[in-house]
């Protein structure tokens, strides 16, 4: 049974930093994404990697300021987001998917995350101003 366990979400200052954390089990994938939505606002895609060959890409919202990384050991990915935004605050998902191909996977944080099969429980992050 697949399952992903985020944590690290919580309430920061504007120009604050945090590290999110997504422990995998129960699967092996190609593609793992952070996906994030606001209240009223549709689900958006912030940045994937493509576990292989470690390539990463980024939605035009997270350049420079937020980095996908994975631990192949620990079967766990992050993200740390630093400079963070009143904007940013979101209720932010880790995904993972066994089939997505890395073309595929370099696309998909241009959409929603339907390609997805697995999700995690979101962890919410709030930034104040």
């Known amino acids: 049974q697949v399952q992903l366990v985020e944590s690290g979400g919580g309430s920061v200052q504007a120009g604050g930093s945090l590290r999110l954390s997504c422990a995998a089990s129960g699967g092996t994938f190609t593609c793992l994404g952070w996906f994030r939505q606001a209240p009223g606002k549709e689900r958006e895609g912030l940045t994937s990697i493509h576990t292989a060959s470690g390539t990463t890409t980024y939605h035009d919202s997270a350049k420079g300021r937020f980095t996908i990384s994975q631990d192949y050991a620990k079967r766990t990915m992050y993200l740390q987001m630093n400079d963070l935004r009143p904007e940013d605050t979101a209720m932010y998902y880790c995904?993972?998917?066994?089939?997505?191909?890395?073309?595929?996977?370099?696309?998909?944080?241009?959409?929603?995350?339907?390609?997805?099969?697995?999700w995690g429980q979101g962890t919410q992050v709030t930034v104040s101003s």
């Open positions: 995904a993972a998917d066994p089939a997505i191909h890395s073309r595929r996977c370099r696309a998909v944080v241009a959409g929603t995350g339907g390609e997805f099969g697995y």
